[in-house]
């Protein structure tokens, strides 16, 4: 049975005659010990996970876990095989984190991503997901999910990961440019301002340079769009935001600055919010010759 989806009458019995292919493939695979074992297949990763932490928490694996086996037989996770019932989510358990690696797991069983046995003799699945690359064969897409399960989606954007609403509001360019400059990730930030590019960003800003410095810094103080009313006159809310470049690739980035330093000290140049960013004093950093 399929798990993690409910159906419709004519939908379910599309989904039986596919369930049907999919357990006469995955028996192709499977030692003899294991062909009269029930199939289930999980049509998404959260069902999936769900199930594999169920059983991990009543020790009901039964003999090894068979799809953990077979990994550890790409050595791709031979080092850490005590570590992985530890957790939560099968994405999390393939290093799919790291979005680069997904396609590595996907192939040694056609139309299956991942499987284990219970104590049961019941063989739980995780069917493939439909995935889309870049030219560089990094997950990606700008009009659809990147990877996409029966139920169940990841958002990547060459490569990067983006909750859904994020991925919508960035590729859709419906997001404020001061929440672009607040992204917390430094490659989200990165990618977003490449998908509304970075003059538009700027002008978009309500911004005033502050300082600028010979190593290509600058310092802006930009209007966070809130305000707040104090004994009858209108405060408005402004942050501090680096613009800066990476010396080995030339790329541009931005990032919110603190008010105050680590050692509550103001921040009021662009060199000194830099040497923020490397956790370095103002003078440790202007002794640099080398930016990494």
Not at 133 to 153: F, I, K, P, Q
Not at 187 to 195: D, H, K
Not at 239 to 253: D, E, Q
């Amino acid at each position: 049975m399929f798990a993690g989806h409910y159906y419709s009458h004519g939908a379910r019995l599309e989904k039986i005659k596919e369930e049907q292919v999919n357990i006469r493939e995955v028996k192709k695979w499977l030692d003899s010990k294991y062909q009269n074992c029930q199939i289930i297949f999980h049509s998404n990763p959260s069902s999936f996970s769900v199930t594999y932490q169920n059983v991990w928490n009543r020790r009901a694996f039964s003999v090894v876990d068979i799809f953990i086996e077979q990994y550890i037989r790409t050595n791709q996770f031979r080092n850490h095989y005590l570590e992985l019932p530890h957790y939560w989510n099968i994405l999390e358990m393939l290093g799919l984190q790291d979005a680069k690696n997904f396609i590595n797991v996907l192939g040694f069983v056609p139309g299956i991503m991942a499987y284990f046995l219970d104590i049961d003799y019941n063989i739980h699945v995780l069917e493939a997901p439909k995935i889309r690359l870049d030219d560089e064969s990094r997950l990606h897409s700008t009009n659809s999910a990147a990877v996409s399960w029966s139920r169940g989606e990841l958002y990547c954007i060459h490569g990067i990961e983006f909750e859904s609403k994020e991925f919508w509001k960035i590729v859709n360019r419906t997001m404020p440019p001061e929440m672009i400059i607040q992204l917390s990730n430094i490659e989200q930030r990165r990618i977003a301002t490449q998908i509304y590019g970075i003059e538009l960003l700027m002008t978009s800003l309500n911004k005033k340079l502050i300082d600028w410095s010979s190593r290509g810094n600058e310092l802006y103080e930009i209007g966070l769009g809130k305000t707040i009313t104090w004994v009858g006159v209108e405060f408005e809310f402004t942050g501090l935001v680096l613009k800066y470049s990476c010396p080995s690739t030339g790329r541009i980035y931005f990032s919110g600055i603190p008010e105050f330093d680590d050692n509550g000290k103001n921040i009021q140049t662009a060199n000194q919010a830099m040497a923020w960013k490397f956790g370095l004093s103002e003078v440790e950093y202007m002794r640099l010759n080398i930016e990494a």
